[in-house]
């Protein structure tokens, strides 16, 4: 069946670095792809999507690019902060386009 | 409403005893998914209603687990002779149509003894 893999964490960055989160998935055509975050004490949020080969969803300043060749949709960020401290689940539609089929989540911990 | 709702927001229970869990979600959203979310992993699909019927029910893990919405709006998660392995957060979520930007709720987290 349809599936996403994301690294596994727990990620730990001091402030400023460079975030990346990588993430695939297996749905074949064209799913759509999310990114969702949940901070701690709070529900899942969308951060941010992308529905088409090549679209570049961006939010918050975090960015993620819609890789057909490669099934991928990977998470980047210039400049981590503290607030940024979070767990980050990948999501994909499956290939019926009736569901989001999430990752196992990974926790980013960002440090001053 | 503002956002999705779900009650409770906690339970506890014994194996073995039946157990309801309710959504109410973002009013006009025809689109009403239920996930549920284990320590440490991500949101595992359940059921997608698409107003009154459940368009996908692929997910439901065994038949102790039903879901209504009998008018298209508020939901209904039942969980019949619930076992241990049952605990988890129950997530709600609603859209607009289908599978595209869902906006959750704050869960219900079950907790079988």
């Known amino acids: 069946g349809d599936s996403v893999t994301q690294m596994e964490g727990p990620v730990t960055l001091s402030e400023e670095a460079f975030l990346t989160i990588n993430c695939t998935y297996t749905?074949?055509?064209?799913?759509?792809l999310f990114w969702y975050v949940q901070y701690p004490g709070e529900g899942l949020q969308l951060l941010l999507k992308?529905?088409?080969?090549?679209d570049k969803g961006s939010n918050k300043g975090f960015e993620a690019t819609y890789r057909k060749e490669t099934t991928s949709f990977h998470l980047e960020k210039g400049s981590v902060q503290v607030s940024d401290s979070a767990v980050y689940f990948c999501?994909?539609?499956?290939?019926?386009?009736?569901?989001?089929?999430f990752g196992k989540g990974t926790t980013l911990s960002v440090s001053s | 409403g503002a956002g999705v709702s779900q009650t409770p927001s906690n339970k506890v229970t014994e194996k073995g005893k039946y157990v309801e869990l309710r959504c109410d979600p973002i009013?006009?959203?025809?689109?009403l998914y239920w996930y549920r979310q284990s320590l440490g992993q991500g949101p595992e699909f359940l059921i997608y209603?698409?107003?009154?019927?459940?368009?996908?029910d692929s997910g439901l893990p065994n038949d102790r687990f039903f879901a209504v919405r009998p008018e298209g709006s508020v939901s209904t998660l039942k969980i019949q002779r619930t076992e241990r392995g049952d605990s988890a957060v129950y997530l709600c979520?609603?859209?607009?149509?289908?599978?595209?930007?869902?906006?959750f709720g704050a869960g219900s987290r079950l907790t079988v003894l």
């Open positions: 999501a994909s539609t499956n290939q019926a386009g009736t569901a989001l089929i």
């Open positions: 749905a074949t055509g064209y799913p759509s």
């Open positions: 992308a529905t088409k080969a090549d």
């Open positions: 009013s006009g959203h025809t689109a």
């Open positions: 209603f698409q107003g009154t019927g459940a368009a996908d």
């Open positions: 979520a609603s859209s607009q149509s289908g599978a595209n930007v869902l906006t």
